[in-house]
């Protein structure tokens, strides 16, 4: 099925969605029983509806009836049963159920090996998802690897400049993306938009998909006015080729709320997510993942803003809807919980703090590894509160943890890993130990730089830390250069009116007064929707 006739079915699908409840509860009561092989097969085809809309309990029970009549019969190799594990594992990954996905993929890869070639598209598809998967578990260099595997047989069968090798560019972008590795991620992304402008057209899906991610890159480079520009494109074509309604528009609604947010523009972000919460409530229902999702992003506003209890009442309302959507222990869930922690932390609730933490910490390693960044996130977060206790010997130890797995996982320049080691340089501080404050807070420097630019919010928020250390050591004309440079730069990359930037011209006048420094990231979780796997190959 074609990318434009997908989309096409989607939005037919919505219109016509009663119409499908009423089918498929007649099927229930008067045909699933008859086990006939077209019975089942249309059991998949309106398993692949509800799925499609993230509808995954009604789909999984349509493929599980499927499944177990098919294997009854003796299928388990047919093709149509290979498919339904196929869709049966797309489900188990939307829900974070990463090794049962993986279970199911391998199993279809394995039926489909032992009747089609190597490159045959069917089997191209498997690889590809599980490289989604292993990017969804943060085994990034494991994803790449099947990525690549995916690209050659694509490029050997299809050809460099067919759609579906043009998505597995795509994806292969969004993972550099991830790695921290943004200027390759553009390559790739700039590869993919090419190519997919010349063979589908600049307002296809495809391609708007790649200009929204390209967006996305900018935004985590610190570009928010190009970032905002792209997105702007990306939002045009959309509205255009699949309406104002339609989940991939609004995602690029909610993307342009996140950088709006990020700019601190905290009341444009919230009409721009209220754009996106209305238009996700309607064409999807209020407990839908990415309706959820812009509740969380809404409730992370008002923490930015300081209201801390609208906030709670935002993210309680995100939580529970996604342990009645995903359960208890999807990732989405629980970074709803860490969410929540950071709240407390800021409420200087700091015991509530770490039992949220300690939920989150939990959740995270049985789901995702110790070594995955969301888990190493919350062992930063952790560290953080420790510090905010006067706990500095127990808040070391919890960043040099934190530390050493983003070392691992991701590498020492990964933004990730710096901001732990500017953490930790604010630990130094805090204890009096200036002159090892500043080596660390120069290793993060030199880092962000490289990794980062000399523009970007986190760079200048490491300047602005280092001046603070300068002024408690009394050395104040050199805090007020530190002080300028970060001022010049925060105005720039900015505005004169976020609070980052009003802090650090409140230090530059009163540098023997400076108002301290605040360790990195420890931001809400806010989501930018470059999705997970924006070109997840589907059976239908």
């Not at 019969?73 to 990463?98: C, E, K």
């Not at 996604?322 to 999807?330: I, P, Q, R, W």
């Not at 404050?437 to 980062?452: D, F, N, P, T, V």
Request: net charge negative.
């Amino acid at each position: 099925m074609s990318r434009k006739q997908s989309t096409a079915d989607w939005v037919f699908e919505q219109q016509v969605m009663p119409h499908i409840n009423a089918v498929t509860k007649h099927m229930r009561s008067q045909y699933l029983s008859l086990g006939t092989t077209k019975i089942e097969d249309e059991a998949c085809t309106l398993g692949n509806v509800f799925r499609r809309h993230g509808r995954y309990k009604q789909a999984m029970e349509l493929y599980e009836r499927a499944l177990a009549e098919n294997e009854k019969t003796s299928r388990g190799d047919h093709p149509d049963t290979l498919r339904t594990v196929h869709n049966m594992a797309l489900i188990f990954d939307g829900q974070g159920q990463y090794q049962r996905a993986l279970e199911l993929f391998e199993r279809a890869l394995a039926g489909y090996k032992k009747a089609l070639e190597v490159d045959h598209p069917d089997i191209l598809s498997i690889v590809k998802n599980m490289a989604s998967v292993f990017t969804n578990q943060g085994q990034y260099e494991k994803a790449l690897e099947w990525y690549e595997r995916a690209l050659a047989g694509s490029e050997n069968t299809l050809g460099v400049d067919h759609p579906d090798t043009l998505r597995t560019v795509h994806n292969m972008a969004l993972i550099f993306g991830h790695q921290g590795q943004y200027q390759r991620a553009l390559e790739f992304y700039e590869r993919a938009l090419a190519g997919s402008e010349n063979a589908l057209g600049v307002d296809h899906p495809d391609t708007l998909s790649t200009v929204n991610n390209m967006a996305s890159v900018f935004a985590n480079q610190g570009q928010y006015e190009k970032a905002l520009e792209w997105y702007e494109r990306a939002l045009a074509g959309r509205e255009k080729a699949l309406g104002v309604d339609h989940p991939n528009t609004l995602n690029t609604v909610n993307n342009m709320a996140f950088v709006f947010n990020k700019q601190g523009r905290y009341e444009k972000a919230l009409e721009w997510y209220e754009r996106a919460l209305a238009g996700s409530e309607k064409a999807l229902g209020v407990d839908h993942p990415d309706t959820l999702g812009t509740v969380n992003n809404m409730a992370s506003v008002f923490g930015n803003q300081g209201q801390y209890e609208k906030a709670l009442e935002w993210f309680e309302r995100a939580l529970a809807g996604y342990e009645k959507a995903l359960g208890v222990d999807h990732p989405d869930t629980f970074r709803t919980v860490r969410n929540m922690a950071l709240i407390f932390d800021n409420q200087g609730q700091y015991q509530r703090a770490l039992e949220f933490y300690e939920r989150a910490l939990a959740g995270s390693e049985k789901a995702l590894g110790v070594d995955h960044s969301d888990t190493l996130s919350t062992v930063n977060n952790m560290a953080s509160v420790f510090g905010n206790q006067g706990q500095y010997e127990k808040a070391l130890e919890w960043y040099e943890r934190a530390l050493a797995g983003s070392e691992n996982a991701l590498g020492v320049d990964h933004p990730d890993t710096l901001s732990t080691v500017s953490n930790m340089a604010l630990v130094f501080a805090n204890q009096g130990q200036y002159e090892k404050a500043l080596e660390w807070y120069e290793r993060a420097l030199a880092g962000k730089e490289k990794a980062l630019g000399v523009d970007h919010p986190d760079t200048l928020s490491t300047v602005n830390n280092m001046a603070s250390v300068f002024g408690n050591q009394g050395q104040y004309e050199k805090a007020r250069e530190w002080y300028a440079r970060a001022l010049a730069g925060r105005v720039k990359a900015l505005g004169v009116d976020h609070p980052h930037t009003q802090e650090t011209l409140h230090a530059l006048v009163n540098p023997h007064k400076s108002m301290g420094q605040t360790g990195q990231p420890r931001s809400l979780q806010a989501c930018m929707y470059a999705p997970k796997s924006p070109h997840n190959s589907e059976y239908d």
